[in-house]
């Protein structure tokens, strides 16, 4: 509920949190969804499951082209090939 400026300030906090992950602590998500964006008590946003994201900081353990976990309705369209 709450239309078009519910959603809008959603995305912004979403977007706000993700470049703080990305620029602060040098982390990439890698698995945004509906089911891993909560909200607070005070209907704060909180980015929920970090279980699959990546430190920018370390060396890859696993090779770049290796299959990724995925979310199939969520999932973008490369992924599948």
């Known amino acids: 509920g709450g239309g078009e400026e519910v959603a809008r300030r959603l995305l912004e906090e979403v977007l706000g949190a993700l ?14 969804k509906p ?9 704060e946003m909180i980015l929920l499951d970090l279980g699959i994201s990546i430190d920018l900081r370390l060396d890859r353990i696993t090779s770049t082209y290796a299959p990724s976990p995925l979310s199939i309705p969520w999932a973008a369209p ?3 090939t």
């Open 19 to 32: 470049d703080h992950l990305s620029s602060v602590h040098s982390l990439v998500h890698r698995d945004i």
């Open 35 to 43: 089911d891993n964006i909560g909200v607070g008590a005070q209907g």
């Open 78 to 80: 490369e992924q599948f």
